[in-house]
């Protein structure tokens, strides 16, 4: 099992940046395939991006694509969602969650493991 933290949200004027972090706890963090989910309220949770164990892939919902880029630190066991030119519709509770795996890197069911989300909100 591993335990996740987010940090790095909070309110920013649109255009702005801001970078999450999701520090895990345990030994097994660079085996897990990580990814960023985001919940607005009213609406179901989105796939933002994943990353493999390795760091050596990468994956991007639409929405965000050319504008956010995840990264990962295997021996800080964190992983990162650098944000840029946000938007107020990308205002969401952001959430990081770890799997075993590969595929199906935006299926929320595929992930074993979740963070208690952090809060990102892009004023207009």
């Known amino acids: 099992q591993v335990q996740l933290v987010e940090s790095g949200g909070g309110l920013v004027q649109a255009g702005g940046s801001l970078r999450l972090s999701c520090t895990a706890s345990g030994r097994t963090f660079s085996s897990y395939a990580m990814g960023w989910f985001r919940q607005a309220p009213g609406k179901e949770r989105e796939f933002v991006a994943a990353?493999?164990?390795?760091?050596?892939?990468?994956y991007y919902g639409d929405s965000v694509k050319g504008r956010f880029t995840i990264s990962r630190d295997n021996a800080k066991n964190t992983v990162f969602l650098q944000m840029n030119s946000l938007k107020p519709e990308d205002t969401a509770v952001y959430y990081c969650?770890?799997?075993w795996g590969s595929g199906g890197y935006s299926y929320s069911g595929n992930y074993h493991n979740w963070g208690q989300g952090t809060q990102v909100t892009v004023s207009s």
């Open positions: 969650a770890a799997r």
């Open positions: 990353i493999s164990w390795s760091g050596g892939s990468t």
